[in-house]
């Protein structure tokens, strides 16, 4: 029908204008989707690209993008989620560590701080802490090595002055003397054994007693000086120093080990 043409003409203008308007959306849509993915803002990319498709449902290239950008952000949450659990098993791991170190727990303090570095690698508060325990667990066994040495000391000199009191009892001057000197070499601060020792010296005072204590003690000394005997020669030359210590002839001798010829 003639009368119709224009009509129809109309219609089919108006049907071409909103085609190309929904074209110029989707393809606007479609632009500002694929910057937003570029970008990593994948919920808003999403939302743009749900927008061209309603423009064009039939498209297939926003409905692939939708189902990539639902598959990224399940994965993203999933490592989100690895994530928190490893940051609250990092931290309980520090807090439990943190306890043990104050508390003095030092072995299973380290074993908790590995666990936190086994999860965090490099982190510095547990690796930092690690040093600090092994200083402060080397520090408490060199203390302990040296209580332990001044204990067995402290028996020696113990046993030594109790062997010395006995002699000293029973009047053997001499020998008690040497044992109280023995003591002394243990505990050079003690003043207990000097006093013991002047004692004795002051009992022996009698010149003739004094002299003939001196000369056997001299006489020791020197036979186990020839003799090669050192440590022995020392000691005895050492206890006639005590017995006469303004004598002259023990300021000349010092004991070492002489050359040999062979």
């Known amino acids: 029908d003639s009368e119709s043409y224009p009509s129809e003409k109309i219609a089919e203008i108006e049907k071409l204008v909103i085609i190309t308007q929904n074209q110029d959306k989707y393809d606007a849509a479609i632009v500002s989707a694929d910057e937003l993915w570029n970008k990593q803002e994948y919920k808003a990319s999403a ?14 290239y926003p409905q692939s993008q939708i189902a990539l950008i639902d598959t990224k952000l399940a994965e993203l949450a999933k490592e989100r989620e690895a994530a928190e659990k490893l940051e609250a098993d990092y931290s309980t791991a520090i807090s439990s560590a943190d306890a043990k170190f104050a508390a003095k727990g030092y072995e299973e303090a380290i074993s908790l701080y590995n666990s936190a570095l086994a999860l965090k ?17 080397n520090q408490l066994a060199e203390e302990e090595a040296e209580n332990a040495r001044l204990a067995e000391i402290d028996e020696e000199y113990k046993a030594k002055i109790t062997e010395a009191d006995a002699l000293f009892e029973s009047k053997k001057y001499d020998e008690a003397r040497g044992i109280y000197q ?34 056997t003690a001299i006489a020791a000394a020197d036979d186990l000086f020839d003799a090669g005997s050192w440590e022995e020669a020392k000691s005895k030359y050492q206890e006639a120093g005590s017995i006469k210590s303004e004598e002259t002839y023990l300021s000349l001798i010092h004991i070492s080990e002489p050359t040999r010829p062979y």
Do not use: F, R
């Open 47 to 60: 939302d743009e690209y749900m927008k061209a498709l309603s423009l064009k449902p039939a498209e297939a």
């Open 121 to 137: 690698p490099g982190e510095a508060h547990p690796t930092e802490q690690i040093n600090v325990i092994n200083g402060i667990v």
């Open 182 to 215: 023995k003591a002394l070499a243990l505990k050079s601060v003690e003043t207990y054994p000097k006093e013991k020792i002047e004692a004795i010296n002051g009992i022996l005072s009698d010149a003739a007693q004094q002299e003939e204590s001196y000369k």
